[in-house]
């Protein structure tokens, strides 16, 4: 009886062996983390639009991929999340947003980085983009976005336009500090209204609202996360334009984040598969297009031509 005890014992260990072995014989060619710096439309669209853009480029190249999609839920932790990627030793890092960026480059120089849903990289960076990151950037013309706020909603010298963000996001911060410039051109005043923490959006909406006569919100992630509070307060009595769509908005000038994402995921695909850095790409943007409201633009009185 003990040696039929020991010979199925012999027989286990040998079959999870095997199982072991088989196992690690299947890992992946190639072990990609994302961090996204948080859930919202604009960000989502861009991660799904790297992600699907890399398992397209790697199934035709008869490879298989690992991609890690971690959501930090907030600036702070975005190290964190980068950091169990580096202990990983994975092939290539994506950071959704600036601060996932950052984090990424900051924690590593050997393996490569690149971004997207990044507004100005040199800014980022103090001038001095790493020879280990690149990627994409949302920006748009903000003089662009601003004259098409001057020319539908009329405004005037003397009129307000409210600018919403949260200061822990730098990529707001150089947004408003672009469409301030062109406002004031055109003898319109800019006032900012600006939070640190969700519990004041409220505050900070209602007092804009109830001092200007048009609101911008640049690509603010805080904001697009919390944006049902804009609806709420503005709804169809205080137009609201924003830099990266949605439903909350009466007009918009902005990328295809979804379309952001598939040039990041090409960007890695051709990094992963044919030797390339991100030193050999330059910061890629998209083309911008103008879209509509049609229901708030009726409820707000707002005419608009769409050729």
């Not at 994302?34 to 859930?39: A, P």
């Not at 280990?132 to 013309?141: E, K, M, Y």
């Not at 001092?211 to 919390?226: E, F, G, H, L, R």
């Not at 205080?238 to 830099?243: D, F, G, N």
Request: charged share 20%; net charge negative; with cysteine.
């Amino acid at each position: 009886m003990k040696k039929i005890v020991s010979l199925v014992l012999t027989l286990v260990l040998c079959a999870c062996a095997c199982l072991t072995f088989a196992s690690c014989g299947n890992t992946a060619d190639y072990n990609v983390g994302v961090c996204q710096l948080m859930k919202h439309d604009s960000l989502d669209q861009a991660t799904q639009g790297f992600v699907d853009a890399l398992e397209e480029a790697m199934e035709k190249a008869g490879k298989t991929i690992d991609i890690d999609v971690q959501v930090a839920g907030e600036s702070n932790l975005c190290a964190t999340v980068i950091n169990t990627f580096t202990s990983k030793k994975v092939d290539l890092i994506m950071g959704n947003a600036t601060p996932a960026l950052l984090a990424a480059a900051n924690a590593t120089k050997d393996i490569p980085v690149l971004g997207t849903s990044v507004t100005d990289y040199s800014n980022t960076f103090g001038g001095k983009v790493p020879a280990n990151v690149s990627g994409t950037s949302d920006a748009v013309p903000f003089d662009q976005q601003a004259q098409m706020m001057i020319d539908t909603l009329g405004l005037k010298e003397g009129d307000q336009v409210g600018v919403i963000y949260c200061l822990n996001e730098s990529n707001s911060v150089i947004q408003y500090e672009a469409v301030k410039k062109h406002f004031e051109a055109n003898s319109i005043t800019v006032k900012a209204y600006t939070f640190s923490d969700t519990t004041e959006l409220q505050t900070v909406v209602t007092n804009a609202a109830n001092n200007s006569k048009a609101i911008y919100v640049p690509s603010d992630n805080t904001v697009a996360d919390n944006d049902n509070v804009l609806a709420a307060v503005c709804g169809d009595k205080v137009p609201v334009y924003t830099s990266y769509g949605g439903s909350v908005c009466y007009a918009s000038l902005a990328i295809d984040y979804y379309q952001l994402g598939v040039e990041t995921g090409k960007m890695a695909a051709e990094i992963l598969l044919n030797g390339k850095t991100p030193a050999d790409f330059e910061v890629k943007t998209l083309t911008p297009s103008t879209t509509f409201n049609a229901d708030l633009c009726a409820k707000l009185g707002i005419a608009v031509d769409e050729k």
